[in-house]
């Protein structure tokens, strides 16, 4: 039997997420006995070569970088290191079903930010969606509540530097390979964990710590990997709402590993921001759509340029 290009995407992107969930679910069991940014460092030395080694086996090696590109990946690599920190911080005291619920709202505040700041459209359909997504994530995190710690402001403030990484990367040159851009962030997070600890000192890790970290690397490679495969197969309207599963995976990985189970709203909170993230992501895929078939049929003197 022969998967459809659809279904194959879908599955791809599923297995993508599930690493990514994996690697977090490693990453907080092992930050529960040995210090964050030693840890941090740890995977990033096991997860560099790893990535050196994918960019050169695909020729997605850059070297010679133009100076815009260069300054553009430089604030990238910093808006990560601040999400890495605030992530894994944010992870080592939250349930993991909540984190990643939290951070399942990020197509949502990318579209709002993407349209306030870059001038990107935003009908009033996607709008609401997004209004309706942040309610969701109001329902997780609980402001007010007992419930809500400095650990769940650091999740969102992940969300806001994942945000801004992002709007960086759009205007990154094409020409620049996906695979450099990873190793440039690998490169900056990773020396930032070996900096801290150059001040707070490192022991070394137990042989369980070791595998964990190991295994965390392992994981955060293998969802690199299936991302990037996942954007290459079938349409991207319908692979990209299978992000959400990393949802079931967290809830799942949360309850076998840590015994931990979401609450009510917090349940609640994920249904809303997976059903607006994944309306969101399908309105704009439409809304590509459209605007390549009218590309298309605009002649070719034409003063009309379609936006790129």
């Known amino acids: 039997m022969q998967l459809s290009d659809n ?10 997420m599930a690493a990514f969930t994996v690697n977090d679910a490693l990453m907080k069991a092992v930050t529960q006995t040995l210090p964050l940014f030693e840890a ?8 560099l070569p790893l990535l050196l080694l994918y960019g050169w086996t695909t020729n997605g090696l850059c070297f010679r970088i133009p100076p815009r590109d260069r300054k553009l990946m430089s604030i990238r690599a910093g808006a990560d290191v601040l999400a890495t920190i605030f992530y894994l911080s944010a992870l080592m005291f939250l349930p993991l079903a909540n984190l990643v619920a939290i951070l399942q709202s ?21 709008l609401t969606a997004i209004l309706v997504g942040f309610g969701g994530v109001l329902l ?10 400095l650990w769940s402001l650091a999740g969102l403030a992940s969300v806001g530097c994942v945000v801004a990484r992002d709007l960086v ?9 996906s695979a450099t851009v990873a190793i440039w962030n690998s490169v900056a997070v990773t020396a930032m964990g070996l900096a801290v600890c150059l001040v707070t000192g490192m022991r070394a890790p137990t042989p369980a710590e070791a595998g964990l970290i190991a295994a965390a690397a392992g994981a955060l490679i293998v969802g690199y990997l299936f991302i990037v495969a996942a954007m290459r197969v079938g349409d991207i309207g319908t692979v990209s709402p299978f992000r959400y599963t990393a949802l079931i995976w967290a809830i799942g990985l949360g309850w076998l590993i840590f015994g931990n189970l979401p609450s009510t709203s917090t349940l609640v909170g994920s249904v809303i921001v997976a ?3 994944i309306f969101t992501l ?4 439409r809304l590509a759509r459209g605007r390549k078939e009218a590309a298309v049929d605009i002649p070719r ?4 340029t379609p936006p790129t």
């Open 7 to 16: 279904l194959r995407g879908a599955l791809v992107m599923t297995v993508a």
């Open 40 to 47: 941090i460092a740890l995977r990033g030395l096991a997860t």
């Open 106 to 126: 990020l197509p949502l505040a990318v579209t709002l930010v993407a349209a306030l700041f870059l001038g990107e459209p935003l009908g009033w359909r996607r």
């Open 140 to 149: 997780i995190v609980k402001p007010g509540a007992e419930g809500f710690t």
């Open 169 to 177: 990367t759009r205007q990154i040159g094409p020409a620049i390979p």
């Open 275 to 277: 059903a607006t993230g």
């Open 282 to 285: 399908w309105r704009e895929a």
């Open 301 to 304: 003197d034409s003063p009309y």
